[in-house]
């Protein structure tokens, strides 16, 4: 990825996943950009810093742990993480995506520390619009939304299946040189049937069953609308993980007015 300029500079620049380089800044972008004295005085190269973290990831022996630092390296050096993920595929793939981001849903209320992605739920409903505009994002390409209901072989794992549109997006730029900054991972929380959840102190979702029916389609309505209408008929929106009865409804209603796929129902 080539490097973006920043407006952010000293302490704000380090906090910045997209320009932070941490150790890989050098002397002359450490006196530009007022970093003097806020890092240790080594300059580390990329591709060390790479060796390093892979170490790490390679001395974890659970694979939780493994997609915990993966995710805490993406909210501190987005450049770096891609490049990690780029450059060992077959190695890292499995804990960004499946298997491991099942178990990382499964106990996503325990590992949550920081928001990923955009959470609309029915407490927005006549506010979606609203809520997209909250994202700093402008210029999306890609949105992959899930419900929560059908998460893997997992079942109904409500607002704690956000782990999967994180997960699949970041596929979409280290496979498919997508923008991080054109992707945006949506949950639609409108419930949950998981009574384990609902009785989950650490559970980070609506705590009611799930709204079915009317009420369900609405919001649905509501957000496709203001998918279009903030970010134009281009946008292409995955439907992931979604119940099949949902699934099939919402490609079949969609289809025609916006550019829409399920990878779980079609192959080709």
């Known amino acids: 990825f080539p490097c973006v300029q920043s407006t952010n500079s000293g302490h704000q620049l380090l906090r910045d996943p997209r320009h932070n380089k941490g150790l890989a800044f050098s002397e002359a972008e450490r006196d530009a950009h007022y970093l003097r004295g806020l890092l240790p005085p080594a300059i580390v190269s990329q591709e060390h810093q790479e060796k390093k973290i892979m170490h790490n990831l390679r001395s974890y022996t659970v694979p939780l742990h ?27 793939l499995p804990v960004v995506y499946t298997p ?4 990382a849903c499964q106990k996503y209320g325990s590992i949550y520390r920081r928001p990923q992605g955009l959470y609309i739920s029915l407490k927005d409903k006549g506010k979606v619009l609203e809520v997209l505009k909250n994202w700093p994002e402008r210029s999306i390409q890609v949105i992959v939304v899930t419900d929560g209901e059908r ?46 959840l609902l009785n989950d102190e650490y559970y980070i979702g609506l705590r009611q069953r799930r709204a079915t029916g009317e009420e369900y389609h609405e919001l649905l309505q509501e957000f496709m609308n203001a ?20 699934a099939f409804d919402l490609l079949a209603k969609y289809s025609k007015s916006h550019l829409v796929f399920n990878d779980d129902i079609q192959r080709h």
């Open 66 to 92: 493994r997609y915990i630092a993966m995710m805490d390296l993406q909210e501190r050096n987005e450049r770096l993480f891609y490049k990690l993920l780029i450059d060992n595929v077959e190695e890292l």
């Open 151 to 196: 998460i893997l072989g997992l079942g109904d794992l409500g607002c704690q299946g956000m782990g999967i549109p994180v997960g699949k997006l970041s596929l979409y730029t280290a496979l498919g040189g997508v923008r991080p900054s054109a992707c945006l991972p949506i949950t639609i929380d409108v419930g949950t049937n998981n009574e384990t």
């Open 227 to 246: 998918v279009k209408q903030n970010y134009g008929e281009k946008v292409l929106v995955q439907f992931e993980d979604f119940a099949n009865h949902n």
């Open 100 to 103: 491991v981001v099942g178990e």
